[in-house]
């Protein structure tokens, strides 16, 4: 069931030719399920069972948020064997039965909270940065807009006819429920977007290979410090950031900054 259920993952959980952060996700959620129940035939697996698996990932100090998750994860290819007539249907709502882990009443570890950013430490963050970078992160923080949204923002996806700016992304993460992503933006985010929209309108925005000469005094000053520059190496600079680059060149300012990220 797990090998067919990947094989069928595949096809979906994928993204401009990519798979997407939930392969990995599945791929951990089945990997104590195998080592406890490889061989289990489907119709013997009950709640019992799925609660052992759950109990093997809280002993692996998983947060008790991503054990839901992953058991979440086991529901559902339960439910896809079900779609597919080789899981027996009373299987499935068995494992329903099992409730998810309760803050404060499991032994499963709490996940430490994620707050936003402060200004203060954009604010010192920011002369580490390119003038690339420095357009990218003043974005986001005057948009609310995600990294890869900034990352793949294009002139021909913003709409500048009105006094407020609407960029509608090419890709967004809810696409394929059906969802319309708009991201508004305002005259102090206009500010900082002008100058970089008068190109090709199917181009992207924010280009690494613009990085480092748009600002050469921070590329020297970070090679004489002794730490690494923020700006990617010139055979690995592409059309526009990816989600590692762009985090691996704010991680490095933030460094250069002391600021902790």
Sequence with gaps: LILDYLTFA?????????????????????????????????????????????QRMIDNGLSRKYINDNVNRIRRMFKWGVENEVVPVTVYQALQAVGGLKKGRSLARESRPVFPVSDA?????????????????????????????????????????????????????????????????????QRVLQSWLGRDPQAYCFSPREASGCDRSLAVASRTSGIESPFPRPSRRGSHYTKDSYTRAIARACKRAGVDH
């Design 10 to 54: 595949k096809t979906i959980y994928v993204k401009d030719g990519k798979k997407t952060g939930e392969m990995y996700g599945l791929t951990a959620a089945f990997r104590p399920l195998k080592d406890l129940h490889g061989g289990t035939r489907v119709v013997d697996f009950g709640p019992l069972d799925l609660k052992d698996v759950r």
């Design 121 to 189: 430490a954009v604010t010192a963050t920011l002369p580490h940065l390119s003038c690339v970078l420095q357009a990218m992160i003043r974005t986001q923080q005057l948009t609310g807009c995600r990294p890869g949204e900034v990352r793949t923002i294009r002139p021909c996806d913003v709409d500048r006819s009105g006094d407020v700016w609407v960029y509608r992304p090419d890709s967004h993460k809810t696409e394929h429920y059906g969802h319309e992503r708009l991201i508004f933006i305002g005259p102090k985010a």
